[in-house]
């Protein structure tokens, strides 16, 4: 099984940068099974929505309102993937979730989640 944890969220400013991590552990199968993986956030009363994602490859994928602003990448030696936060606006906070798709076989996948971290931004 794999388990994912985020750290790196906190209070900023407008303006400000973060930078998350996202950190697997797990058997060295299961981790080198992940493939593609990704950011997600989520505010009250809302659905959980897609920030970034990339691949195993690492071809990346980022929604409209985060292009030019934020960057996702993933250090496959350590483990772990992060999102880079720039030109931070108030409209960017929320809980940021880590989520890793593990492919067992052919046919057999299954997503992890991470806890979640606070990312506000004031303005």
């Known amino acids: 099984q794999v388990q994912l944890v985020e750290s790196g969220g906190g209070l900023v400013q407008a303006g400000g940068s973060l930078r998350l991590s996202c950190a697997a552990s797990?058997?060295?199968?299961?981790?080198?099974?992940?493939?593609?993986m990704g950011w997600y956030r989520q505010t009250p009363g809302k659905e959980r929505e897609l920030v970034a994602a990339?691949?195993?490859?690492?071809?990346?994928t980022y929604a409209d309102s985060v292009k030019g602003r934020f960057t996702i990448s993933r250090d496959n030696g350590k483990n772990t993937m992060y999102l880079q936060m720039n030109s931070l606006r108030p409209e960017d906070t929320a809980v940021y979730y880590c989520?890793?798709?593990?492919?067992?076989?052919?046919?057999?996948?299954?997503?992890?989640w991470g806890q979640g971290t606070q990312v506000t931004v004031s303005s």
């Open positions: 989520k890793g798709t593990v492919v067992v076989s052919v046919g057999f996948r299954y997503d992890r």
């Open positions: 797990g058997s060295r199968f299961s981790i080198n099974s992940i493939n593609s």
């Open positions: 990339i691949t195993s490859a690492g071809s990346t």
